[in-house]
């Protein structure tokens, strides 16, 4: 398209931001409004895998990460059994010819400090605690009213906000997310120095995980199944999430045993988003977890955000209107986005539906194929990538 845009974003979580940052990059007029008064991210950990990584060298923001996480040397994951036993270990893929790290670990607070921070060297002007009330399209503007009262005016509202977007609602799609049946369990310790891997313990029906995230924290992640509408009081947290992975022993004991009510601990209930294209109406578009949040059995959403905003960047650069762009933009990202949800929720899937009797066949299939099925995740995943590429 000829011409800068003026762009509205609504929503400064990881798609918002790699969206003000690529396309301010790319000379856009760019204003961010975010709900929340100060930045809060609830405290835990997050992977960024190699893709994820070589969207956030293109964003220009891979050395800031990788100083404020933990690369995993040699990008190894061990699988244990529940009560410690090793079962196989894994690899994951770098890129970049091995410049760029297989995985990383990182606060999700620090991911955002990152990111945000370059938001604002770029100043592009955020308003915390500010959403957007109402939209209204006029000739080939939309303008938006804020919950403060005022209004602008752009040529482009781009809705990063989240996976219970209220934008997606305001644009009438009526489709809500759907509760998964897992939920999430996660806490932040300090990192003794020798654990350097990633490590994945396989319960019956449950998991949990081990990650470094800096030189002197990790975090764990306990999945299993919960069911619909279950709120537990924050208060009984450190002693649900001991009493709830109980079984797990070996590397897990230590961080199950120091849960406390000191601890930084966060449940979720995982929900999903799966839309059909289009993912815009007229002049608004939906990015990141408002278009396709996935379960995290992957470790993908964060990657699939940052992609979006750079393929969305590409697609305004390349098309000659504003709704080819939005089109090309939601046919290039779909078939991505759908791969790692289906991958994820199937993954999701059957390890719930495990059962005791099943953890020995469970294990010999898992040192047979978890090698084969990370490579060919990885592969499908860089092909699919390729060819949303706007580049090519
Ligand atoms: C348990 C769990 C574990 C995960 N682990 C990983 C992982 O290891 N790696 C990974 O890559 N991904 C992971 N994900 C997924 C990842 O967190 C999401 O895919 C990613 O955060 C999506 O980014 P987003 O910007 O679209 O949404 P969000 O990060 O949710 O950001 C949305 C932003 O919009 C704001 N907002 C909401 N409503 C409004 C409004 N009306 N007006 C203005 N602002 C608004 C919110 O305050 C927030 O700042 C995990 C998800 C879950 C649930």
């Not at 070589?54 to 933990?70: C, K, P, R």
């Not at 109402?134 to 005016?153: N, Q, R």
């Not at 046919?331 to 929720?345: G, I, T, Y």
């Amino acid at each position: 398209m000829t011409g800068p845009l003026d762009i509205l974003i609504v929503g400064g979580g990881i798609a918002g931001c790699s969206a003000a940052i690529a396309l301010a990059n790319r000379g856009h007029r760019i204003r961010l409004v975010e709900k929340q008064a100060v930045w809060k991210f609830q405290s835990s950990g997050i992977f960024v895998y190699a893709n994820g990584l070589v969207s956030l060298e293109e964003l220009g923001l891979l050395d800031g990460i990788l100083a404020a996480g933990f690369a995993i040397p040699g990008g190894r994951n061990a699988y244990y059994d529940h009560t410690g036993k090793p079962i196989v270990e894994t690899v994951y893929p770098t890129a970049a010819e091995g410049r760029i790290p297989a995985i990383l670990g990182i606060k999700r607070a620090e991911l955002h400090r990152v990111m945000a921070g370059r938001v604002a060297d770029l100043g592009i002007p955020m308003r915390l605690g500010t959403t957007v009330t109402a939209l209204s399209e006029v000739s080939d503007k939309t303008t938006a009213t804020f919950s403060d009262g005022t209004t602008s005016t752009h040529d482009l509202v781009i809705a990063a906000d989240g996976v219970n977007s209220s934008m997606r609602q305001m644009i009438g799609v009526t489709k809500k997310p759907r509760y998964t049946g897992f939920g999430v369990w996660r806490s932040v310790h300090p990192r003794p120095v020798d654990l350097r891997v990633k490590v994945m313990m396989m319960g019956p029906g449950k998991r949990f995980g081990i990650m470094p995230i800096s030189d002197d924290k990790l975090y764990t992640f306990g999945t299993l199944a919960e069911p619909k509408g279950k709120h537990f009081p924050h208060e009984d947290w450190p002693d649900l999430m001991r009493a709830k992975f109980a079984e797990f022993k070996g590397p897990a004991t230590p961080y199950l045993e120091e849960l406390s009510h000191g601890s930084e601990i966060l449940f979720t209930a995982v929900q999903e988003v799966v839309l059909p294209l289009p993912w815009h109406r007229g002049r608004v578009v939906l990015i990141g977890d408002a278009a396709h949040a996935s379960t995290p059995f992957m470790g993908q959403g964060g990657a699939m955000a940052m992609q979006d905003a750079l393929v969305l960047a590409d697609a305004i650069d390349r098309n000659p209107g504003l709704e080819e762009a939005l089109t090309a933009f939601g046919q290039a990202r779909l078939p991505v986005c759908q791969f790692v949800q289906d991958v994820s929720r199937a993954v999701g899937d059957a390890g719930a539906r495990e059962h005791a009797g099943q953890l020995d066949a469970r294990d010999a299939e898992l040192r047979l194929t978890a090698q084969t099925n990370v490579d060919q995740f990885y592969e499908r995943l860089a092909d699919l990538t390729d060819s949303s590429d706007l580049h090519q």
